[in-house]
Nanobody, 118 residues
């Protein structure tokens, strides 16, 4: 079964940190670009970060650049999103996406809730 499963969300105070994980199964993980998206209440889903299948390519949205770090472990079939200096605007459901390069085929997870609140 092709799937990705996110974990690691929770409640954190402003200025705090969280590390999200996304475990993949059912496909050749190392061949896929991996990305994180998020969707805040009442807003469209927005792209957060991408890491290429070759690991060398990493891109971030302007809203998280310098605070979030995306990484992957192809042996463990896992992609991570380390989030530092969180603020209330980071509150959202965070989704993991696997996308085959140069293809429209993608796999989405169910999401994990991140809430930043004092």
């Amino acid at each position: 079964q092709v799937q990705v499963v996110e974990s690691g969300g929770g409640l954190v105070q402003p200025g705090g940190s969280l590390k999200l994980s996304c475990l993949a199964s059912g496909f050749i993980f190392s061949s896929y670009d991996m990305a994180w998206y998020r969707q805040a209440p009442g807003k469209e889903r927005e792209w957060v970060a991408t890491i290429g299948s070759n690991i060398r390519v990493k891109r971030y949205s302007d809203s998280v650049k310098g605070r979030f770090t995306i990484s992957r472990d192809n042996q463990q079939k896992t992609v991570y999103l380390e989030m530092n200096n969180l603020n209330v605007e980071d509150t959202a459901v965070y989704y993991c996406q696997a996308r085959y390069p140069t293809s429209s085929y993608s796999v989405w997870g169910q999401g994990t809730q991140v809430t930043v609140s004092s």
